[in-house]
């Protein structure tokens, strides 16, 4: 929302940034259009575009309203089409910059309860790929996708709730300034694929070996967690318009035991992975 944009943009601001906002429905394409001439406009150029929509709803797919899946889609995969598309023909005319996906473990594995989601980061994985290969005429235009694991913003709180429950992440939960850490060093050092999280790294390896075990697993952690979690209101929540609140960072879900999970956690995974695939095994016996 844009008295939201206005919070953000007075802290850059008083750090001493020039900053320009521009509300925009990343779902229409000419609205994306026109924020992409107004940076060049306001820049000079556009070195670094940064596509961070992101929303989704929680819930079984059938219980979730179909519109509700349709607008995380259009959302999350063609809002980000959206951008590519205003932003790389600048990208082109310059010879030069980088666009950054933010994508998520959801890219690599499936995510029960939150199927559309999903799909949604299933496609920009494939829709970066296929830019990757369109653009090897211009090697310094750069197309950097990034897969975080669960990340600790207010992102979760934001989400449509179609569960009756409390929503939360499973451990380990990052902070986001390790995300951010992580998009901002693709300003100097751009790569086509960013990893950040044992989970993620997790979720690779196993699904590599056992393809259906880390949505398996993930799904038997959700329907036990919500099995015992307190009722919530069923909600839309920010799909199809902003969240009313303030701009936060943090989104209060880890705690101080998270840290020494993670490597817990990744191993559990990588190990179960390992035992599945040895089990998948024809007998040659």
């Known amino acids: 929302g844009e008295a939201a944009l206005e919070a953000v943009a007075r802290t850059c601001r008083a750090a001493g940034a020039a900053v320009l ?25 556009i070195d670094l575009w940064f596509s961070n929509v992101g929303v989704g709803a929680v819930g079984r797919f059938t219980e979730v309203p179909i519109a509700v899946h349709q607008q995380t889609i259009r959302s999350n995969l063609i809002g980000h089409m959206n951008d590519a598309h205003a932003v790389l023909p600048i990208f082109i005319d ?6 950054v996906n933010m994508i998520s473990m959801g890219g690599i594995a499936g995510t029960p309860f939150s199927a559309a989601y999903g799909a949604s980061k299933f496609g920009l994985r494939g829709f970066s790929e296929a830019l990757r290969a369109e653009l090897l005429d211009w090697p310094h235009i750069h197309v950097c996708d990034v897969y975080p694991s669960f990340v600790d913003t207010p992102a979760l709180r934001h989400a449509g709730n179609y569960t ?6 499973p451990p380990p939960i990052l902070d986001p300034r390790t995300v ?8 100097d ?9 044992a989970p993620t790294w997790a979720a690779r390896i196993a699904h590599a070996i056992a393809p259906t075990l880390p949505s398996r697993i993930a799904g038997i952690w959700f329907d036990r967690y919500f099995g015992h979690a307190a009722p919530a ?4 929540g920010n799909v199809s318009a902003p969240p009313d609140d303030m701009p936060a960072i943090d989104g209060g879900f880890r705690h101080p035991c998270a840290r020494p999970m993670t490597t817990i956690a990744a191993g559990t995974l990588v190990g179960a992975g390992l035992i599945a695939a040895l089990l998948a095994r024809p007998n040659r016996g």
Request: charged residues 20%; contains cysteine.
């Open 21 to 45: 906002t521009v509300p925009t429905d990343v779902t229409d394409a000419d609205a994306v259009a026109r924020l992409a001439q107004q940076a060049r406009d306001f820049c000079g150029t």
């Open 233 to 236: 209101p069923v909600t839309r």
């Open 180 to 187: 951010a850490a992580a998009v901002v060093r693709l300003a």
């Open 164 to 169: 009756g429950k409390a929503l939360a992440a």
């Open 94 to 99: 310059q010879k030069q910059g980088i666009f």
């Open 189 to 197: 050092r751009p790569r086509a694929t960013t990893l950040v999280g």
